[in-house]
């Protein structure tokens, strides 16, 4: 592997997963004074700006590429409408069940840890697409439901309200990855993500018009954190993604990502002063052993 290569599929999934892991921070310092719905749909609309300004430079920076013709350039927009559309839809329901949960009460560290679920959940539901599980993978749910017990499930066999919607945002966000899946194969993914951006930002906006009272005082109150994850989260980490998953090994570059589970737990008692049980950091550790291992691809037994 070129020296290059190693910078962009190492560090850069790194680099993604600090600004995801740091954004949980964010995202709790502006729970208590923004609505959930608010919140999402200032930052989704902030990001589709800084996409737009990123396709702009790509587009720039390739003039050489050959042009398509008239028919293909609108089956490409057909099939751009369509995913940000399901992409959309599925990433405005999980995000706003992630802050509804932040808002709740959940810790930063905490909601990252339940968030990465989703990495066990996707081929979980693949099995309705079809698709085979492996044993580690079975394995690592197993592992994962003893974690999840120990990080929500109190003494009185409960579990708390912002849990509970936090796991709700991983099963969506399991949904918004396999309809991503689907749609990457026939569109650009930068221009998808922009479209899903459109989409949750104005589906967020709608909702938080008929259900919450947005204040511009309060969204400038929170204008850093709003712009961190917007631009940041959103804009950054996700080119980010992209250039470290070309011609690379795309389970190294996922186990990296799920480092954001870390970085949470990390940025939210150093910035946060937020500390768990050592029943909770134990249910961490146990999640984070399940997301790792439902990514390692264990060779199959020759017969």
Known sequence: MKRN???????????????????????????????PMTFNAVRFLIAVVMLLVIIW???????????????EQKADRKHLMIGGLCCGLALAVASNFQQAGIGAGTDAGKAGFITALYIVLVPLLGLFLK????????????????????????????LASGDFLLLLCA???AIHILVIDHFTATVDGMKLSCAQFLVAGVLSAVGALLFEQPRLDAILSCALPILYVGIFSCGVAY???????????????????????????????????????GREYLGCMLMLVAVLLAQIPFPLKKK
């Not at 430079?57 to 028919?71: D, H, T, Y």
């Not at 690592?140 to 499930?153: G, Q």
């Open 131 to 158: 698709k085979k599980v492996s044993l580690p993978v079975w394995i690592s749910v197993l592992i994962a439901v003893v974690a999840l017990y120990l990080l929500c499930i109190t003494g009185d066999l409960k």
């Open 57 to 71: 430079i790509f587009g720039k920076l390739s003039r050489n590429r050959p042009q398509r013709s008239a028919e």
């Open 171 to 173: 099963f969506f966000f």
């Open 239 to 277: 080119t980010l993604q992209i250039l470290a998953q070309k011609d690379s090994n795309p389970t190294v570059v996922t186990i990296l990502l799920s480092m954001e589970s870390v970085f949470a737990v990390i940025s939210g008692a150093i910035i946060l002063h937020q500390r768990m049980t």
């Open 5 to 35: 290569n190693a910078v962009r599929q190492i560090v850069f999934p790194l680099l993604a997963a600090l600004i995801w892991g740091t954004a949980f921070v964010a995202q709790d310092m502006c729970a208590d004074v923004i609505g």
